[in-house]
């Protein structure tokens, strides 16, 4: 069962950049979709966006595009969330996740998760 742990969280003032990196432990990546999600205090969690592993095509949330790129790591089986121009409404705890399968925005169909890691954008 694939494990996953998030890196990277912190405080940044807006505008500025932040990385997150994901660790996936598993023996292949190469059937997964490898998501971020967000949760912001009481609301829902939130889909970011994906990276498909196999072709490397990704997928955003509208309010991600432009500013947020996931790309694959240079570790092994690692990927991660590159953040720029961020808000204060991008405040909030990231996960990443993963699948196997076909790509979904959808939190349910993502079984395995990490433990998340705050991000934190003050104006």
């Known amino acids: 069962q694939p494990r996953l742990a998030e890196s990277g969280g912190g405080l940044v003032q807006v505008g500025g950049s932040l990385t997150l990196s994901c660790e996936v432990s598993?023996?292949?990546?190469?059937?997964?979709?490898l998501g971020w999600f967000r949760q912001a205090p009481g609301k829902e969690r939130e889909f970011v966006g994906s990276?498909?592993?196999?072709?490397?095509?990704?997928n955003y949330i509208d309010s991600a595009k432009g500013r947020f790129t996931i790309s694959r790591g240079n570790g092994r089986n690692t990927y991660s969330l590159q953040m720029t121009g961020l808000k204060p409404e991008d405040t909030a705890v990231y996960y990443c996740a993963a699948l196997y399968g076909r790509p979904s925005t959808t939190p349910h169909n993502f079984p395995y998760w990490g433990q998340g890691t705050q991000v934190t954008v003050s104006s």
């Open positions: 990276i498909t592993w196999s072709d490397g095509s990704t």
């Open positions: 598993a023996r292949t990546l190469n059937w997964m979709v």
